[in-house]
């Protein structure tokens, strides 16, 4: 089947995104953290960021999704992105249910129809396992949970780059598989797919590997 063909609408589907970073350095204040890094991800595929602690995966992601900007080199990105940080800090007070914060994905797109909008969201909040908690307060998620929110954000965006750091410790193995499965899943219906990962299964079973060690791509 192409990735071009979306097969239900049988209409040709938005062009493959495109995320590609050629020469990236990035030091904080003096300490170079990301030396030459040169990285094309491709739509369809999972590609796994590895590498040991302070390698600078963490950065590279957060370069590539353009919430940090690379002291030299240049980053071409097409199609929305979705980036699933490792540890989402959100203040205890804040009143939102995790069905809102999976709807703020639908925001951008301002013509949706509501009814599409909470489709998505029920859709999303499904995908993820978390429908049955919609209506608590986000604060009160675990870690993995929150990591599942805003990954069913990006679902709910339809985002076409999703770009993921699982933390080294803290997410359970069933939580840890069913994050794999929804990004295999978002691949194979032609997202571009990175996930920083310290899970030997995981890196086993990705399309690609990128590995770092002290800010250099060694793989
Ligand atoms: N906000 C910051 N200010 C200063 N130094 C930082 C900051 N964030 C990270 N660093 C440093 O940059 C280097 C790379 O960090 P980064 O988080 O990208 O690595 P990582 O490979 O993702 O590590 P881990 O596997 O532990 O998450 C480390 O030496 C880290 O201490």
Redesign the pocket.
């Known amino acids: 089947m192409s990735l071009l063909t979306d097969p239900r609408t049988s209409r040709t589907a938005a062009p493959p995104a495109v995320l590609r970073a050629t020469g990236i350095h990035f030091s904080?204040?003096t300490?170079p953290?990301?030396r030459g890094i040169d990285i094309e991800l491709e739509p369809g595929s999972v590609t796994v960021i590895a590498?040991?602690?302070?390698?600078?995966?963490?950065?590279?992601?957060?370069v590539l999704a353009g919430v940090r900007t690379p002291s030299s080199g240049r980053v071409e990105r097409s199609g929305s992105v979705a980036l699933v940080v490792?540890r989402i800090a959100a203040p205890d007070a804040l009143p939102v249910t995790v069905r809102e914060v999976v709807a703020m994905g639908t925001w951008e797109r301002r013509r949706l129809a509501r009814s599409e909008r909470r489709d998505r969201v029920v859709d999303a909040l499904e995908r993820v396992a978390l429908a049955d908690l919609a209506e608590r307060p986000f604060t009160a998620l675990s870690g993995g949970q929150r990591q599942r929110v805003l990954l069913a954000q990006g679902i709910a965006r339809r985002a076409r780059i999703f770009l993921l750091?699982e933390?080294?410790s803290g997410l359970d193995a069933a939580s840890r598989a069913r994050t794999q499965t929804i990004l295999v899943e978002e691949a194979n219906r032609g997202a571009t797919v990175a996930c920083?990962t310290?899970n030997d299964a995981a890196i086993a079973n990705a399309d690609r590997i990128v590995r770092?060690d002290h800010?250099v791509r060694v793989a």
Request: no cysteine; proline share 4%; hydrophobic share 40%.
């Open positions: 904080f204040d300490t953290v990301l590498g040991a602690n302070g390698a600078g995966k963490s950065t590279l992601l957060e490792q750091d933390p080294a920083v310290h770092l800010g």
